[in-house]
């Protein structure tokens, strides 16, 4: 005989419920939610703001471009400049032709190019320095605010390359020949092809103290390979490859020191982030009053007479720098955008 079993009233009851309610939901949709994007309680908009936490890694100090990368997404490592696929970002322009100043100890610009290449013998290409000397931080710094300034006059700016310490934060790259790098060096510098089995070695540090030059220091046609040069014990890009007995400077191979600073925003001669500046004070009293009008603030803007500079830089600039406590308030106002 087969037992019919039997289900409590309250177990019953609440499946019929959930029943009903799965009914409801699968028939109903919800309302929008109309979030407001204003503060709910304020009685005056405000402008928006956006704070800023800035850390100080010591990996900013490495090279932008490590050679073991891959900076455009394609899959493949680059671990050789490539103009052809890559504009490699910093201080130089990559459309403008360099020399080397000898006398001012700087770069300046010589000539434009559409290419990349430079056809004057002691050229070097703007985009070929921004993949040799570009550290992270210098990259940064661009972005923020146009970039260190070791002159900033009314008539006159100069970038520099950051401080580079004589340790594990130097780096260097090496040129070998066409078919093992894959471009041409004297369409992009001032050197020749290296000689037949050698290289040349490029090597970014700043020598003894940070109040010296910031270098990019060329070693032509050398037995050396670059690790040689670099990768040994402190202090490295130094005189000495291999140990500190073993001179770098072997038959013809000599050092080379440029000094990584660069003539900006020179008249007809222009880079991408260069602009003219507008005239009069109202728009730095604007750029206070969205920053807030505190002492610090006022006294910064009361150097504006001296300098017209766009308002997107300038609020950029010195919000950065006084958050930073990094800047006086008698240093020079930027003439760069970023």
């Not at 680059?78 to 890559?86: E, H, L, S, V």
């Not at 490859?241 to 003539?263: F, H, L, M, P």
Request: charged content about 20%; aromatic content about 8%; hydrophobic content about 35%.
């Amino acid at each position: 005989m087969k037992t019919l079993r039997t289900f409590p009233a309250i177990a019953v009851a609440v499946n019929m419920l959930a029943t009903g309610l799965l009914a409801i939901v699968s028939t109903s949709q919800a309302a929008p939610l109309n979030l407001s994007d204003n503060p709910l309680f304020a009685s005056q908009s405000a402008p928006p703001l956006t704070l800023m936490t800035m850390g100080r890694d010591h990996k900013l100090y490495y090279e932008a471009y490590n050679d073991a990368s891959d900076l455009n997404g394609d899959g493949v490592l680059d671990t050789t400049y490539k103009p052809d696929i890559i504009d490699y970002y910093g201080y130089f322009g990559s459309n403008i032709c360099y020399v080397y100043a000898v006398g001012n100890n700087r770069f300046e610009p010589s000539s434009a190019t559409t290419d990349k290449r430079c056809s004057g013998s002691s050229e070097w290409s703007g985009d070929f320095l921004n993949y040799l000397t570009t550290s992270r931080i210098d990259a940064l710094r661009k972005v923020f605010y146009g970039g260190t300034r070791s002159v900033d006059t009314s008539s006159e700016t100069v970038l520099e390359r950051s401080y580079i310490p004589q340790d594990a934060h130097s780096w260097g790259k090496e040129y070998t020949d066409i078919a093992t790098n894959g471009f041409d060096i004297r369409e992009y510098s001032s050197l020749n092809l290296p000689v037949s089995g050698h290289r040349h070695l490029f090597a970014n540090t700043t020598l003894v103290s940070e109040n010296d030059a910031p270098l990019l220091r060329v070693l032509n046609d050398s037995d050396f390979r670059v690790w040689e040069w670099l990768s040994k014990e402190r202090p490295v890009a130094g005189n000495s490859c291999i140990n500190g007995g073993t001179s770098c400077e072997q038959g013809a191979s000599r050092i080379t020191d440029y000094v990584v600073r660069v003539r900006v925003c020179v008249s007809g001669r222009l880079e991408a982030n260069c602009q003219a500046y507008p005239n009069g004070t109202a728009n730095l009293s604007a750029c206070c009053k969205a920053m807030a009008k505190t002492t610090a603030c006022t006294s910064v803007c009361s150097l504006a007479p001296m300098r017209k500079i766009p308002l997107a830089a300038y609020c950029v600039k010195m919000s950065v720098l006084l958050l930073t406590k990094s800047m006086p308030m008698t240093a020079p106002i930027p003439r760069l955008l970023a």
